[in-house]
T-cell receptor
Framework: GENVEQHPSTLSVQEGDSAVIKCTYSDSASNYFPWYKQELGKRPQLIIDIRSNVGEKKDQRIAVTLNKTAKHFSLHITETQPEDSAVYFCAASTPSSLMEYGNKLVFGAGTILRVKS | DTAVSQTPKYLVTQMGNDKSIKCEQNLGHDTMYWYKQDSKKFLKIMFSYNNKELIINETVPNRFSPKSPDKAHLNLHINSLELGDSAVYFC??????????????FGPGTRLTVT
C-alpha cells in the first residue's frame, strides 16, 4: 500500500522567512496530494491540494510543487507569520476500484512549524 | 452552521467499558470517514462509508464497529476499551464521484482517554 514520509519533523523559522516541508510517496499511481494544517487542539483543515496532472499550485503565501518522477511533493510558505505556527500534514491518495465512493488518504507523520516573532 | 460535528468532545472511561462517538455532517456529502490520531499526532484512516455502505475497513480490531443510520451520520462504537485505544478520533466527510478525489472536511475530534 501507499507510504508517505514527511520531513522535517520540526521546523523553526523567523517571522518573515520561508518554510519548506517535503514529502515522498511510494505508489506511483497516487494522484491527489492535499496538505492539512492542524492548530493545537483543533481539527485538521485543508490549506492547499494538488492533483497529479499539475506540477505546481499557488494560493497567496502558500504553494505546493509536485515531482511525479521523483515521487515527492513540497509545501512552501513564504513570509511566515506567527499564526502559521501549527502541525502540517501531507497526504496522498491512490485511485482504486472504489474511488467513486470516496478516497483513502495516507498521511505523513506531520511537521511542527514554529514561527518566532 | 457547523459542517461536521462530533459528540462528545471528551470521553474518559475505564478499561473494559463500551462507548460510542457520534458524528453528523450537514454538507450533503455521500462519504464519511473515521480517523484515529495517536499520541504522536499520526493520523490513520479506520473506516469509510458511502451512502450507509462500508467502503474502507482498515486493519482495525473488531471491537470497533461503525454504524451509519443515514448518509449524514456515522457513529463509532467501541467495545471492551483498552489503554491503547486512547487517542483523538476524527470524523470526516467528502463528496464522492469519479471526478474526485474531493476534499475531506474534518470534525472537531473526540479525545478518548482510557484509564
Amino acid at each position: 500500500g501507499e507510504n508517505v514520509e514527511q520531513h522535517p519533523s520540526t521546523l523553526s523559522v523567523q517571522e518573515g522567512d520561508s518554510a519548506v516541508i517535503k514529502c515522498t510517496y511510494s505508489d506511483s499511481a497516487s494522484n491527489y496530494f492535499p496538505w492539512y494544517k492542524q492548530e493545537l487542539g483543533k481539527r485538521p483543515q485543508l490549506i492547499i491540494d494538488i492533483r497529479s496532472n499539475v506540477g505546481e499550485k499557488k494560493d497567496q503565501r502558500i504553494a505546493v510543487t509536485l515531482n511525479k518522477t521523483a515521487k515527492h511533493f513540497s509545501l512552501h510558505i513564504t513570509e511566515t507569520q506567527p499564526e502559521d505556527s501549527a502541525v502540517y500534514f501531507c497526504a496522498a491518495s491512490t485511485p482504486s476500484s472504489l474511488m467513486e465512493y470516496g478516497n483513502k488518504l495516507v498521511f505523513g507523520a506531520g511537521t511542527i512549524l514554529r514561527v518566532k516573532s | 452552521d457547523t459542517a461536521v460535528s462530533q459528540t462528545p468532545k471528551y470521553l474518559v472511561t475505564q478499561m473494559g467499558n463500551d462507548k460510542s462517538i457520534k458524528c453528523e455532517q450537514n454538507l450533503g456529502h455521500d462519504t464519511m470517514y473515521w480517523y484515529k490520531q495517536d499520541s504522536k499526532k499520526f493520523l490513520k484512516i479506520m473506516f469509510s462509508y458511502n451512502n450507509k455502505e462500508l467502503i474502507i475497513n482498515e486493519t482495525v480490531p473488531n471491537r470497533f464497529s461503525p454504524k451509519s443510520p443515514d448518509k449524514a451520520h456515522l457513529n463509532l462504537h467501541i467495545n471492551s476499551l483498552e489503554l491503547g485505544d486512547s487517542a483523538v478520533y476524527f470524523c470526516a466527510s467528502s463528496q464522492s464521484g469519479l471526478a474526485g478525489p474531493y476534499e475531506q472536511y474534518f470534525g472537531p475530534g473526540t479525545r478518548l482517554t482510557v484509564t
